[in-house]
Each structure stands twice: as C-alpha cells, then as structure tokens.
C-alpha cells in the first residue's frame, strides 16, 4: 500500500529497503518516494516541505510508515539495487550489520547534510573520493565500496552492474603479517582489493 517495487523480496529485504530509504532522507535529505497514483518522485518543492521530517524520523519520535500514511506518500523499492552486505569482525565489540544499496537520486533532490549524523556533503564521484582518503576520512569498507562503484562509469551502469551480482556477504579477519595485523576479507565478494594493514584501515 505504501511502496513501489520490492516484488519478490522477503520481508527483511524489505525492511532493509526501507531502512535505506529513511536513512537516505534523514541523512541527506534525498527522499525516494513518490505521491500515491503518481508515477514520477516528489518535487523538490513538494521536498522541501517534507524537511521538517527529518529530526523526528532520526530521533525516532516518528516513523517512516507514520510519515507515509500522513503525507499520501510511497516509497521507491523499485529504484534500489542491492549492492554489499559487510558485518563487523567478530572480535570487535561493537559489531554492525550493514547492508548498502545503490541508486540514482531523483532529479532536483540537491541533498543537505543533517548536521548531526552527518556533518558535511558534497557530489563527488567515487574516484575522487578515494583520492585523498584522510581528507575524506573514508574507511577501509567505504573505500572498497568506493572503489568497486568506480568501476561503473556512469549511474545506469553501476545500477546493471549491481542488479546483475547478488552481493556476497563480507565479514573482515584480521591476520598477523611481517608488518603488522592486516585486515583480510574474501577474495569472491568482487572487490579488487582484499586486505590492508590494520593500521591503515580507519
């Protein structure tokens, strides 16, 4: 009743789209969502008088659903592709489940920073952000990440390309090596890189 898309998905791959799609807007101020019987995504101006949304979806005084059902709106399963799925290493104590989806942000959807679980933004392409990973302060998962949606020249085909893999899921070790601990993962999830010295990881 309040979604687009999703067919074929269970109920927790649902829920993550879900997840997605809030995190997205409250973060960054992107919403993938469309007016009930309207085939195109809310208008930036339509958007904006959405933004009051967005503190009370993170602090939970509201919920996604809630904000749905009042504002006659559905949320775009249809436009997300299941890209990675990483989990913590199993020493670390405190551990994330993380799954990550792609897709192209709706037309006039500018985006803002929340200003409190994230605190800046800017449209880069991923090369550009692994340039300089200590002046984006991107992390060993990110870059990876990063560096496998670089790979992908433009949005359509990172889209292809993540529709076309079922993204295995990852879950780093850690090894000891001539240099010091390395962080290890996989060498089938489809990245090219799989493993750095620990303290080159954050």
């Not at 992107?30 to 019987?37: S, T, V």
């Not at 559905?74 to 299941?82: E, G, N, P, S, T």
């Not at 870059?143 to 889209?159: P, Y």
Request: aromatic fraction near 8%.
């Amino acid at each position: 009743e309040f979604s687009d898309g999703g067919e074929g998905w269970n109920a927790e791959m649902r829920a993550l789209g879900a997840a997605a799609i809030r995190e997205a807007f409250e973060e960054s101020g992107i919403l993938f969502a469309r007016e009930a019987g309207c085939p195109v995504f809310v208008t930036s101006e339509r958007l904006a008088g959405l933004e009051h949304y967005r503190h009370p979806l993170e602090k939970g005084e509201i919920t996604l659903l809630e904000m749905l059902r009042k504002e006659r709106l559905r949320i775009a399963y249809d436009v997300l592709a299941h890209f990675a799925h990483w989990i913590t290493p199993d020493n670390m104590p405190k551990r994330f489940d993380t799954h990550f989806f792609v897709a192209a942000a709706p037309n006039g959807h500018a985006g803002s920073h929340d200003g409190r679980e994230s605190v800046d933004s800017i449209w880069i392409s991923p090369a550009e952000a692994i340039a300089d990973r200590k002046k984006w302060n991107v992390i060993f998962p990110t870059k990876l990440n990063l560096m496998k949606l670089a790979k992908s020249k433009s949005v359509a085909a990172a889209l292809a390309a993540a529709d076309a893999q079922k993204p295995l899921t990852v879950t780093p070790w850690v090894e000891q090596g001539e240099n010091g601990p390395i962080l290890k993962i996989r060498d089938d999830a489809g990245y090219e890189q799989t493993s750095t010295l620990l303290r080159e990881a954050t």
